[in-house]
Structure formats: structure tokens, C-alpha cells
DNA sequence: AAAACATTGACCAAAGTGGTCATTTTTTGT
DNA sequence: ACAAAAAATGACCACTTTGGTCAATGTTTT
């Protein structure tokens, strides 16, 4: 299968569950969206179910390659943050809406998958978050900051910013320079206020 | 009707239509939540439309509220965006989801309500986010900050923690005083940052 | 005890559901 | 050029759910 078409169908698809929720997503919707007929997907997919356990799986290893791309040696925090939004970026150009599915994941209570999906997001969410913050030189930081508060006015900063260039852009494409120095200003302005006079 | 019930089918109604979106929002899930008949739902509004249209008009005077109960005369940025925070928090008790289902409206799409929501969602998006900055005093702020720029990482930090904070609790009842203090421990972190030395 | 009002849920036609499969279209190997 | 194999189609199915109705039943008020 052309890769091009893999792509269409499974942004329809995490489109569509997105939106609805596991039981409510329509498969006849998924298949206009992706531009294929009812047959083929269920060729493809042998059930609904199986669709659904394909996409996390296929959500789960996106999330895995942003740990491999992540330069460890870059011990500053502002750095490392910029890396993985940076990286989150590039990843949502090919699959918008792959983090939005994960997050829905969470919400899912249908009773046909809860408990199957508890246990594939179990080690993502346990080793995950802890990953990204490992190697970090905390020395920098003023010692009157508790470092886990600076750290959440960081993330929740950069979650801000990406939401708010996601909503003004169009697609994903027409990410310019002009974006890297927007965000190179939000990160200078922290720095100054969360770092020890002079360091960086 | 007792506005506990009032309460009930509200609360009910526009939980549904968060989950589902106006279209695939199912008027039986919303009497079963609410514990009414079919035919009490039917009776207090005409159809389903109706009801949707009366939960935005009463989200909107909802977020009406919001204004009149702010301070004008605290000149703060911080504590004037600490009172709507709070203000907020205390709609949530009573209407958990009004904010989501304000939010939803934005991504609505179905052909049949989508012209009449953007009419009514015009004045409360236009008037309304200026509003809450009037009056504020920004020569406070240091001046090699952008205002617009520290504006957005107190809301951010501030939407941020108001999520973590939904998140841990179970109910909005059990909202204590460690929150204020936790809060007002991030408050002072981006007030040194932003601030120039010695002021407030 | 009668009149007025509030609430119920079985019921309906219509639309939508996940999934199938005989048929057609496209690709492949020679 | 042609046949065999592979891929793609969409009408079709039995079944569920939909928004909405209304005669019947319960509850209040007069």
C-alpha cells in the first residue's frame, strides 16, 4: 500500500475517533474522509477493534521516537524543552492530530477496550515523562525556585505558545524562522527570571 | 422547577454535547444522566436544537457574570487575573463543564447550527478578552518586557495550574486553602521575573 | 372531588451502525 | 497482448439508535 494512502487513512481515522470516541467513531465517515471504500478498510483491518489497537500502537512508536531523537547531551532545560516541541512539531506536520488521539485514549471509557488501553499507555505515562528531564543540569537555577514549579511554568509556556502558532497557521507547512525567534523571546524572558545572575 | 433539577439537565445536557458534538449528542443519554423522561426534556424545551441554543445563551450569561464580579479597581495584573482564576473555579462548582462546552462551541462544524453560534459567540469573543485587562497598570513591568508576551505566560502558567489542580481533585467541593498557596507561590516566581526590582 | 399541571415510557419512522461479498478494476508476470 | 492474481468497490444486511410524540398516569392546587 502506497504510503501517501496509509497516511490519509489513518488521520481519518484518528480524526474521526478523536471526535467521537471509540464506539461513536463511524467507520462509513472514516472511509469518506480517507477516500477509500467500506470494503478496502475492512480488508486492511479486520474489525473496528483492530483498527483502534493499530492506530495506538502506531501512536505509541511516534511518542517512542521522540526519546531516540532527543540530544542527552544538551543538559540545559530551556534547550531540551525547545527539542522535544520542536520535535512534536515536526511529527504532527506528518500526523496532526497523533497527540490529541493519545490524549483521547485517557478519556476513553468505552468498555470494549478500557482495560486493553490502560495497559498499553501503562508504560508510556510510568517511564515517559521522567525520560525527557533526564541529565538535566539543575544547577543553573536560582536556588530560591523550586525546581519542579519552573519546570511546569516552562512546559505549561511552551504548550501555551505551540497551541496558540497552531491555531494562527493554516498547515503545518508554512512553519517559518519566524517561529523559532517567537519562541526564542518567550524562552529569553524565562531564563533571565529562572537562572542565577550572568549564567547562559 | 427546583433549580437542582434545573441544575441536573443542564449539567447533563451539556455534557453530552461536549462528548458527542451537537449532531451525534444523544438526547436518551442526556435524560438517562439526568435522571427525567424522555418526554419531561421534550416538554421543557421543544427539540433538540432549542435545547442546545438555551445552554449557550446560558453559558454566555454565565461568563457575563464574570465581569461584573471583577474588581475594576485592582489595578494588579496578578491578583486582577488571580480573581477571574478564582472567579472561574467557583462557576465550575456549579457548572462543571460551561467552559468546556463554551470551547466546544468554537469547534462545532454541524451545517444546521454553525452560522447561529458564530452570531452569538461574536460579542462575548470581540469585547470580552480586552475587557478583563482594563485599567491595569503596566508600568509596573520591567521595560525590556513585552507586556503582551508576560500576559501570555501568566495565563498559560495560570490555565495550567488550574488544570493540574481539576485533575487531582475529585470533586470542586474540596478545594482548600493550600491551593491559594500554591498558587500565590507561582504568582511571586513570575512576579520577580516580570517586575521591575523592588516594586509591589 | 374536580380541574390543572407535571411526568412518564412504550412507541414510531427514519437514519445510521459495523461488517460482508459478488463483482469490477488495476497490477503483475510472461 | 493476455491471463491470472491482487486490490478496490459499494449495494446490501440485520441490527441499533435516533429525535420526537402522545395517551396514560401521578401529583398539586383550587
Redesign the pocket.
Known amino acids: ?1 502506497k504510503p501517501e494512502k496509509q497516511e490519509r487513512i489513518i488521520n481519518a481515522a484518528m480524526k474521526e475517533f478523536v471526535k467521537s470516541g471509540y464506539e461513536k ?5 472514516m472511509v469518506k474522509d480517507a477516500q ?5 478498510l ?2 486492511y483491518f479486520s ?3 483492530d483498527l483502534y489497537f493499530f492506530l495506538i500502537q502506531n501512536a505509541v512508536n511516534i511518542i517512542e521516537q521522540i526519546y531516540v531523537e532527543i540530544d542527552m547531551n544538551e543538559r540545559d532545560i530551556f534547550e531540551r524543552i525547545s527539542q522535544v516541541g520542536f520535535i512534536k512539531l515536526n511529527i504532527q506536520k506528518k500526523y496532526p492530530l497523533v497527540f490529541d488521539f493519545l490524549k483521547s485514549l485517557l478519556e476513553e471509557d468505552a468498555q470494549d477496550v478500557k482495560s486493553d488501553i490502560n495497559l498499553l499507555l501503562a508504560n508510556i505515562q510510568k517511564n515517559g515523562f521522567k525520560r525527557i528531564y533526564e541529565n538535566i543540569d539543575w544547577s543553573k537555577l536560582r536556588e530560591d525556585i523550586e525546581p519542579e514549579k519552573a519546570m511546569n511554568i516552562l512546559n505549561w509556556t511552551m504548550t501555551g505558545f505551540a497551541e496558540l502558532q497552531i491555531a494562527k497557521i493554516t498547515s503545518f507547512e508554512d512553519i517559518g524562522i519566524g517561529l523559532f525567534n517567537e519562541w526564542d523571546s518567550y524562552k529569553e524572558i524565562l531564563k533571565r527570571c529562572f537562572y542565577k545572575n550572568g549564567e547562559e
Open positions: 500500500m467513531a463511524s467507520t462509513n465517515e477509500i471504500s467500506k470494503g478496502s475492512f480488508n474489525n473496528k477493534k
